[in-house]
Antibody, heavy 113, light 112 residues
Framework: QVQLKESGPGLVQPSQTLSLTCTVS????????VIWVRQPPGKGLEWMGV???????NYNSVLKSRLSISRDTSKSQVYLKMNSLQTEDTATYYC???????WGQGVMVTVSS | DVVMTQTPPSLSVAIGQSVSISCKSS???????????LHWLLQSPGRSPKRLIY???NLGSGVPDRFSGTGSQKDFTLKISRVEAEDLGVYYC?????????FGGGTKLELK
């Protein structure tokens, strides 16, 4: 069955870089896009970006200068890197397949010194 | 960016009651392929979002037919017939027609 699972550090210091991994199973990254969405505590959902089956990407313009999404199809993994983190980046980060049909469980990331 | 406006922000319902949630977009959500990429998600307490309906009116896999979606262009509605306890949580509409993809602010469904 289709599964996605996020992993990464729970705590990141301000101004540092966040690195998250989304490990997928039950489908091929060459056939489906994967998106990243984040949710600050008690708030709504924000789309961050997508990596498509062909490997091209689209980013939310408000994050574009800090954000990079890549993948390794042989490992069935999608990566998110975002630099210059601030406290406002504290959130639960989700990966999801394509048009939001399957979601991971999310990983909570706190930005704090 | 496309602004998605959901109303009401919260709903208090009794089990067995029917409810509707509205979602209005600031631009038409019809894509160049003729399809409308408007979806409805439910985030149950402490859980990740789950897609209920895709492309306005198509039920997701395993989603009960108590859920239905209607609408076109910029005006969309999610209806839940005969609310059950498992339906409680926050409902979001989401558009994937225009970049950046955007979500409504959410409608919290609570028990009366």
């Amino acid at each position: 069955q289709v599964q996605l699972k996020e992993s990464g550090p729970g705590l990141v210091q301000p101004s540092q870089t966040l690195s998250l991994t989304c490990t997928v199973s039950g489908f091929s990254l060459s056939s489906y896009g994967v998106i990243w969405v984040r949710q600050p505590p008690g708030k709504g959902l924000e789309w961050m970006g997508v990596i498509w089956g062909k490997g091209n990407t689209n980013y939310n313009s408000v994050l574009k200068s800090r954000l990079s999404i890549s993948r390794d199809t042989s490992k069935s993994q999608v990566y998110l890197k975002m630099n210059s983190l601030q406290t406002e980046d504290t959130a639960t980060y989700y990966c999801a397949r394509g048009q939001t049909d399957y979601w991971g469980q999310g990983v909570m990331v706190t930005v704090s010194s | 960016d496309v602004v998605m406006t959901q109303t009401p922000p919260s709903l208090s319902v009794a089990i067995g009651q029917s409810v509707s949630i509205s979602c209005k977009s600031s631009q038409s959500l019809v894509y160049s392929d003729g399809k409308t990429y408007l979806h409805w998600l439910l985030q149950s307490p402490g859980r990740s979002p789950k897609r209920l309906i895709y492309q306005v009116s198509n039920l997701g896999s395993g989603v009960p037919d108590r859920f239905s979606g209607t609408g076109s262009q910029k005006d969309f509605t999610l209806k839940i017939s005969r609310v059950e306890a498992e339906d409680l949580g926050v409902y979001y509409c989401a558009q994937t027609t225009h970049f950046p993809w955007t979500f409504g602010g959410g409608t919290k469904l609570e028990l009366k």
